[in-house]
């Protein structure tokens, strides 16, 4: 069953977040923690306050919170595709009207058929 967890603080009095380690080279890549909003890694400053998301019961909110933004990135990445193909679609489109315009101004303009004896007189 999961518990709903009370909001904690870290020591400069901000609400912990849920995030998750980036890191590559770091042996824990991948892991989530719950950190201050305000985390920033050794290297900068700011509040490093962290525990292990292993450490606590995860809320039902959270895990909502993580589904959702999952499929928040794979509609913008489908959003992104789809503009990408509109765009090559709608060039190929202007390109191809401008090709037929040439064409049938050709043809129109050729002596030998009726259209271009019609043009011509």
């Known amino acids: 069953m999961l518990r709903r967890r009370s909001d904690k603080e870290c020591g400069c009095k901000d609400i912990e977040v849920l995030k998750t380690l980036t890191d590559v080279m770091n042996p824990n890549y991948g892991k989530q923690f719950w950190g ?3 985390y920033i890694n050794k290297l900068n400053h ?4 962290f525990r292990w998301l292993d450490d606590d019961i ?4 959270d895990m909502l ?3 959702l933004k ?3 990135l794979k509609m913008k990445l489908a ?4 503009t990408k193909q509109l765009k090559m679609s709608m060039v190929f489109g202007l390109i191809s009207l401008g090709v037929n315009i040439v ?3 050709m043809f129109m303009c050729n002596k030998s058929t009726f259209f271009g004896q019609l043009y011509l007189k």
């Open 65 to 67: 919170i993580e589904k």
């Open 79 to 82: 959003l992104a595709g789809t």
């Open 36 to 38: 201050c909003r305000n």
């Open 70 to 72: 999952k499929k928040n």
């Open 46 to 49: 700011g509040c490093n306050h």
């Open 58 to 61: 995860v809320d039902e909110r």
């Open 103 to 105: 064409l049938a101004t």
